[in-house]
């Protein structure tokens, strides 16, 4: 094959690929709703994904606080600002470092659950007897989850957040000797609920609707055999880690591009 027909049929794949993917998601936000009238499957899911993460990222988050605390007060120190330490912090982790790091995180635990479990399930030929016995599985199998996705990302993303803060208040109260009411204080005074909070929980629920739905598609559309579904699962991993970052930046240049 010559190179530009080697290019020509690969940009025509990708473009398939991409088309694909937007009509599966268009076809999964159609069949959320659905998800309202079994909440109980949405609760299972949520405990299933939000619940049992949240060991690695209660532990990532209070990591990232002690590094982040003893970072930035190397840098703020050397221009007599260490008394800002704490709100540098905070704006760091609610606008970027608790978003994101969360969503990467969810991605590599939750997202590669749900692509083997979805995975399996069409390996065992369940979704196919589900069509057969005219049940949708758009609507009783991913749409629970797409939607126990949506509303675990912002939950775990504050948490990481919030022990995060914690983690760096030990580092700074505790080992470097900043004062605690100056600590807290000047977060209060620096810190815009909207503003800055905010756009964090914007960013999450945008970074959850990305993760869930690049594994429940790649677990979807996977070939049903073990191999297909080992590689399903690191697709999920890449596909959804690089849609995190591209969209971080686009959505920081939108937030946080005026004052």
């Known amino acids: 094959m010559k190179p530009l027909q080697w290019l020509g049929a690969r940009s025509l794949d990708i473009l398939s ?26 609760v299972v899911q949520i405990h299933a994904i939000g619940n049992r993460s949240l060991v690695i990222i209660l532990a990532s988050g209070l990591a990232v606080g002690f590094v982040l605390a003893l970072q930035m007060y190397y840098a703020l120190s050397t221009y007599g600002a260490a008394e800002s330490l704490g709100l540098i912090v905070n704006l760091a982790l609610v606008r970027e470092l608790g978003p994101v790091v969360t969503a ?31 049940i949708d599985p758009r609507q009783r199998v991913l749409a629970p989850r797409f939607l126990a996705g949506c509303l675990s990302m912002p939950l775990l993303a504050a948490l990481f957040s919030a022990i995060g803060i914690l983690g760096a208040w030990v580092v700074a109260v505790g080992l470097i000797g900043i004062d605690a009411g100056n600590f807290w204080s000047i977060q209060q005074n620096g810190v815009d609920v909207w503003r800055d909070v905010g756009n964090g929980v914007i960013k999450s629920v945008v970074f959850g609707v990305i993760c869930t739905a690049v594994a429940l598609y790649q677990g979807y559309e996977t070939e049903a055999t073990p191999e297909g579904v080992a590689y399903a699962t690191t697709r999920t991993v890449v596909t959804a880690s690089l849609g995190v970052l591209a969209m971080d930046f686009i959505l920081t240049a939108l937030m946080f591009s005026t004052p």
């Open 17 to 42: 690929r991409w088309g694909h993917g937007a009509l599966f998601f268009l076809d999964l936000l159609k069949a959320t709703p659905a998800a309202f009238r079994r909440f109980g499957l949405v």
């Open 104 to 134: 990467l995180l969810f991605a590599g635990r939750a997202g590669t659950s749900l692509t083997a479990e979805i995975g399996l399930m069409k390996a065992g030929e369940q979704i196919a007897a589900m069509e057969l016995m005219a």
